[in-house]
């Protein structure tokens, strides 16, 4: 089971900044706003990889942060379709994925968080072709590391946790798999993610 962005992807700092560069808007300040709108509360972007607000809610409210943090107004049209355009996928660990399925007969299942109105720009007929399910929390309502997202996936999948090894770029994301009964591996770099999955799945054969 693998995350998607920061995973099958390069790393998602490297697309974010590509994407500021663009719009002319310094990425620290992005920080800072996502800081301010969390004031008080729960960060907005938790409610919006659940599917509790709409891209265009959340990027209103992001706006008037970024507007607020710079001292300016800011508009940011397009904002996804700049960060989608932006990713870069990290074809060899999708090479890799490949030959556990074909070579291994292993099953492969994305859960990611994520926006529900950007999946038609990422989930591509090659995800679904390599992949027998993708659950993403923006139509979901949970989000890792809430433990009913990892029990949906392994409900869909019909399989014991202690069955399942979860692949994710953020360690809390892994804690979360790990409470769930499942093998973790915190993705740092495509070697040593692969290292990590093949002593599991060798231990396991």
């Not at 029990?151 to 014991?160: F, M, T, Y």
């Given at each position: 089971m693998?995350?998607?962005?920061?995973?099958?992807?390069?790393?998602?700092?490297?697309?974010?900044?590509?994407?500021?560069?663009?719009?002319?808007?310094?990425?620290?300040?992005?920080?800072?706003?996502?800081?301010?709108a969390?004031a008080?509360?729960?960060?907005?972007?938790?409610?919006?990889?659940?599917?509790?607000?709409?891209?265009?809610?959340?990027?209103?409210?992001?706006e008037?942060?970024?507007?607020h943090?710079?001292?300016?107004?800011?508009?940011?049209p397009?904002?996804g379709?700049?960060?989608?355009?932006?990713?870069?996928?990290?074809?060899?660990?999708v090479?890799?994925?490949?030959?556990?399925?074909?070579?291994?007969?292993?099953?492969?299942?994305?859960?990611t968080?994520?926006?529900?109105?950007w999946?038609?720009?990422?989930?591509?007929?090659?995800?679904?072709?390599?992949?027998?399910?993708?659950?993403?929390?923006?139509?979901?309502?949970?989000?890792?590391?809430?433990?009913?997202?990892?029990?949906?996936?392994?409900?869909?999948?019909?399989?014991?946790?202690?069955?399942?090894?979860?692949?994710?770029?953020?360690e809390?994301?892994?804690?979360?798999?790990?409470?769930?009964?499942?093998?973790?591996?915190?993705?740092?770099?495509?070697?040593?993610?692969?290292a990590?999955?093949?002593?599991?799945?060798?231990?396991a054969?």
């Open positions: 693998s995350d998607f962005g920061g995973v099958l992807t390069l790393p998602l700092d490297e697309a974010f900044a590509r994407a500021h560069d663009e719009i002319g808007i310094p990425l620290e300040a992005l920080g800072k706003a996502m800081r301010h969390a008080g509360g729960e960060p907005p972007i938790f409610k919006l990889e659940r599917g509790e607000l709409t891209d265009a809610e959340f990027m209103r409210i992001i008037a942060s970024l507007s943090v710079l001292g300016r107004e800011v508009s940011l397009g904002y379709e700049r960060l989608m355009a932006a990713l870069t996928v990290n074809q060899p660990l090479d890799y994925y490949r030959a556990l399925r074909d070579d291994r007969g292993l099953r492969l299942a994305i859960c968080n994520n926006v529900r109105e999946q038609p720009r990422w989930r591509t007929a090659a995800i679904d072709e390599l992949f027998e399910l993708v659950v993403d929390s923006g139509f979901e309502g949970t989000r890792k590391p809430e433990p009913r997202i990892y029990a949906i996936v392994l409900e869909r999948l019909g399989l014991a946790a202690g069955e399942c090894v979860f692949v994710d770029d953020l809390l994301n892994i804690t979360g798999a790990q409470e769930a009964g499942m093998h973790g591996v915190h993705f740092r770099e495509t070697a040593q993610a692969v990590e999955i093949d002593a599991l799945v060798g231990a054969a």
